[in-house]
């Protein structure tokens, strides 16, 4: 079965620093997407950064930022110059297919003043 | 102009009740989708939809219907609800495209079944 781990629950970190939040997933597939969402308390699922397995360049959006382990099955996101509206719960999802998008459990992140 | 509009936002029912969330999306995109969010927050893949035809049916209860009248609506019909049946539910869309798995979702149904 295709599975999706996200084993820190929950996160902190001060304002302007840096925090990576986990995730590791299990497929036989080769060729596959990765994501991270934002949900903010607003509800609202906001796309963070996007990966292609055959890529072997991490993606980078702005502040954020990919370390894909392709062998390892790990996909971290590491969080810089932490901001007050980065704190919402961090989603990490698999696309064996399109479209079907499988999540893990969510880490909630608080990033404190 | 929202990408990606569903309706109601909320909704509040009594078990046994025969409820409906409408989605709507005017990115031009060919695929939709439903998601259901738990209350442990856990996002699971309900249905997909392809240019109005069915594509992914995960194991749902046929007590849900989703119905497609054009690729720009999906909506998702739910009979006799259960309790269970609390949740929040998405709406999604992504543009045809075999390297373009970018998904877009709509802000989500909070459906409580009292």
């Known amino acids: 079965a295709q599975t999706v781990t996200q084993s820190q629950p929950e996160m902190s970190v001060q304002e302007a620093e840096t925090v990576t939040l986990s995730c590791t997933y299990d497929?036989?597939?080769?060729?596959?997407?990765l994501f991270w969402y934002k949900q903010p308390p607003s509800r609202q699922m906001i796309l963070v950064i996007r990966q292609e397995a055959y890529k072997q360049q991490n993606a980078t959006e702005n502040r954020f930022s990919v370390n894909f382990q392709k062998a390892a099955k790990s996909f971290s996101l590491k969080i810089s110059d932490s901001q007050l509206g980065d704190t919402a719960m961090y989603f990490c999802a698999f696309c064996p297919r399109r479209g079907k998008l499988i999540f893990g459990q969510g880490t909630t992140l608080q990033v404190k003043p | 102009d929202t990408a990606v509009s569903q309706t109601p936002k909320y909704l509040v029912t009594q078990m046994g009740n025969d409820k409906s969330i409408k989605c709507e999306q005017n990115?031009?995109?060919?695929?939709m989708y439903w998601y259901k969010q738990d209350s442990k927050k856990f996002l699971k893949i309900m249905f997909s939809y392809n240019n109005k035809e069915l594509i992914i049916n995960e194991t749902v209860p046929n007590r849900f219907s989703p119905k497609s009248p054009d690729k720009a609506h999906l909506n998702l019909h739910i009979n006799s609800l259960e309790l269970g049946d609390s949740a929040v539910y998405f709406c999604?869309?992504?543009?045809?495209?075999?390297?373009?798995?970018?998904?877009?979702f709509g802000s989500g149904t909070q459906l409580s079944v009292l």
């Open positions: 999604a869309s992504s543009p045809i495209g075999s390297n373009n798995e970018k998904l877009f």
């Open positions: 990115l031009g995109h060919d695929t």
């Open positions: 497929t036989s597939e080769n060729n596959y997407y």
